[in-house]
Structures are given as C-alpha cells and as structure tokens.
C-alpha cells in the first residue's frame, strides 16, 4: 500500500510531546491533510481558467501562488489571477494580462523571477529570451541566443548571481547574467540539443540539463570545463561503460526536474520511463514508475508534491496526468479530461491544487474533491480513520477517477 503505517495513538501521543519539548514543528497533522486532498484531486467544478491560447507549451506560478503565467504555441504569453472571489459559484480566472505577440513564433517557457513577481522571463522558438517588466507588460531585456530556444531555468535560492540558463538546439547549455543581456559562459557537455534544465533548490550553483543524446548532466556552473557527474542509468554496472555510450536513459531526455527537497532529481526519457536520481551522488535509485508515456517532440513539463506525508509525482501521461508515489512508482490515480496531449502540470505551493495545459486549448484546474471528516465514532477519530478517507479518495470516481 501506497499509504504510510499509522503509530497506535499511545505511541503517537508520546511521540509528538517529545518533539514538543524538542522544540521541532508538529507537521505530522498538516502533511498528512496535505496528503488527504493531493488524493481527491478532482476536475474542479469552482473555478475554470479563460481559454485564450491555441495550445499552451509552459506555466507558472508566483511565489504566493496567485498569478498563473503561460506561455503558448501562438506566441501569446498571458497571466491569470487564481483567487476564487468568496459567494460565487463557479468562478471563472480571467486573463488580467496577455500580449499577442510575445515571440515571433511558439512560446517555449516561461518562468517568474522566483524572489520578485513585477519580472518573468520567456523563451521561445524565434531565438529569443525575454526578461519583462510584468507591471507594465514590456520586454526589459531582449537576449538574442540564436537558436532554436527548448527551455530556461533560473535559480530559485540564487543570491550570489543573476544567472538565466539556456537550452536550445545548439549543444551547449549557455549560462546569461539578467541584468546585462551578456553571455557569462558555455556548458559543453551534450552532443546534441539540450531539452530540460532545472537548478537545484538547495545549491545555487548546481544546475541539471538532458537532452537529445540520451544524456543527464549536473553542473557546477562556477566551472565550464567539466560537469559533476553524468547519469548513469546502470550505476556503472556494465562492462566496458564509457563517457560515450553513458546514458540516463534509452531515448532523449526531454524532462528534469529536483524535487522539492533537492535531495532527489527526476528526469523523463522518450523512452517510456521515468527515473529518480540521488541528487547528491548522481545514483540511479531503480523505481519502476507504472505505465508511463512519453513520445512528447519537446520539452515536457512535471510535478511533485511538497510538504505531504507521502510525496508524490504528477506526469503527463500522453492525453492524462498519472498520479505517482515518488518513492516507490506505484501508479495511484490517473486525472481524466483534456482531449489532447498533455504539454505540463504544475502544482500549487499551498492549496493543493494542479494546473494542466495541453494543445487542445485548455488549462484546466484540479481541486481537491474530499468529504467533510465524519463524526467520531465510538472508537474514537483519529489516524485510523484519516487513512480510510484517503483510501476512500484514492479509489473515488468522477472525472478524475482512476
């Protein structure tokens, strides 16, 4: 079973005095309700997104988790204000900003400055990365990279540098400073184009890329000449393994992404699989992820849970998002409802909601869908009874049943 072994209530009581006297947070309550509605996400029936792109490529969220950025396959880039407006039935996230015309072609990725919500960044197909003045909705720094632009990352904990990375059809992951427009370095690594970059959420200076040649590679961008270490899908157990033939996985790598901790990195393959990582030593943890799917032909954009008892992963599953323990790859749910394949799903920091975008025009938005906690029984309410409603959610139907 996917849901963790409860303490008898005895043990538990002793157990969260201790921690109290140690002066430690009681979390154990609130991840295992942020456990509780990851379970009953559902097609939410409160609040529906404005559909204004033909088909959406990439999406964020500021930090407070209010505003919803997008970037889309018809150059538009728009933001959506989340907040469900109290006494209204079904609530309707309008764009309160969107520019037509953001790229000269497709929108790749965007992404907010993670410290400050008045600057984005976008990238796209036409070469270009963008820094905007999200006040004003106007373009303070145009980078022209000169390629075909699959991705950018920034650093989520940077306070030593500015750094926006690059990945594009060009091999080399180029590293630009924000505040000049300059190039500052190369990683050269890959040997074909680079799809997915992500920075750790624990080392500013260690960034992760994959790419089309199969490979995975973690930086420390203080250094251009070599990476850390390569992904190696055998931990080195075949014979005769070199830094040619080293791979993450036995298709491009078209997805990464740390998880919310740093201390673990995944990263999706056309292949067909999904693979955890030791963030620390570059390890292959060996999780079977149940029936996954990935023919996407660009970057594919996944999420993990934070702050709940059992993390889990969320995965576009060609036209459905699967529901993953992280841990062990057991496939929970599977969410139901968009018509195309899905492009990205982002989670919300706080309301334990999920944002979907896929080429059928459509960001959908998932909810939890719970029961109120039933009265407490003659044998008392308690982590018993709190493990039976997420079983209970686990195995509900609806839209997003599974």
């Not at 996400?41 to 930090?63: F, M, Q, T, Y």
């Not at 975008?357 to 044998?379: C, G, K, R, Y």
Request: hydrophobic letters at 40%; charged letters at 20%; one cysteine or more.
């Amino acid at each position: 079973s996917f849901l963790p072994s409860f303490l008898p209530s005895a043990m538990l009581v002793r157990r969260l005095l201790a921690r109290r006297q140690r002066g430690e947070p009681g979390l154990v309550l609130q991840r295992n309700e942020a456990m509780r509605r990851y379970l009953g996400l559902d097609l939410s029936l409160e609040r529906e997104i404005e559909r204004v792109h033909n088909g959406v490529n990439s999406l964020d969220l500021e930090p407070s988790g209010r505003y919803l950025l997008s970037g889309g396959q018809d150059k538009k880039i728009a933001v959506f204000d989340t907040v469900k407006h109290p006494g209204v039935h079904k609530t309707k996230c309008p764009a309160i900003e969107a520019v037509s015309n953001a790229h000269a072609f497709a929108v790749s990725a965007v992404q907010w400055y993670p410290h400050d919500c008045a600057l984005f960044v976008s990238s796209g197909m036409d070469g270009v990365v963008c820094v905007w003045d999200a006040n004003l909705m106007e373009q303070a720094e145009v980078i022209d990279h000169g390629n075909i632009v699959y991705a950018h990352a920034l650093s989520p904990v940077a306070t030593a540098h500015s750094l926006v990375a690059v990945a594009s059809r060009h091999r080399d992951v180029m590293l630009y400073d924000m505040r000049t427009g300059s190039t500052t370095h190369c990683l050269q690594g890959h040997r074909r184009e680079v799809f997915a970059l992500d920075w750790s959420p624990r080392n500013e200076f260690q960034l992760a890329s994959g790419g089309a040649d199969n490979k995975g590679l973690v930086w420390d961008v203080r250094s251009s000449r070599a990476t850390l270490f390569e992904l190696d899908r055998y931990n080195g157990s075949q014979e005769q393994l070199t830094s040619e033939n080293l791979s993450a996985h036995a298709g491009a790598v078209n997805g990464l992404q740390y998880a919310p901790d740093g201390l673990h990195l995944l990263t999706a393959g056309r292949d067909n699989s999904v693979r955890l990582w030791d963030a620390t030593t570059g390890r292959n943890c060996f999780v079977n992820y149940e029936r996954v799917t990935n023919k996407a032909q660009k970057r594919i954009g996944f999420s993990v849970t934070k702050s709940s008892l059992v993390p889990f992963l969320y995965f576009p599953n060609d036209k459905n998002i699967g529901m993953y323990n992280l841990m062990d790859g057991t496939l929970i749910r599977t969410l139901e409802a968009h018509y195309s394949p899905v492009s990205c799903c982002l989670l919300h920091p706080t309301r334990q909601e999920l944002y979907s975008a896929s080429n059928d025009m459509e960001i959908l938005v998932w909810s939890p869908n719970i029961q109120p906690p039933a009265p407490p029984s003659s044998t008392g309410f308690g982590p018993a009874a709190t493990a039976a409603a997420a079983a209970a959610a686990a195995s509900g139907g609806g839209v997003g049943g599974g």
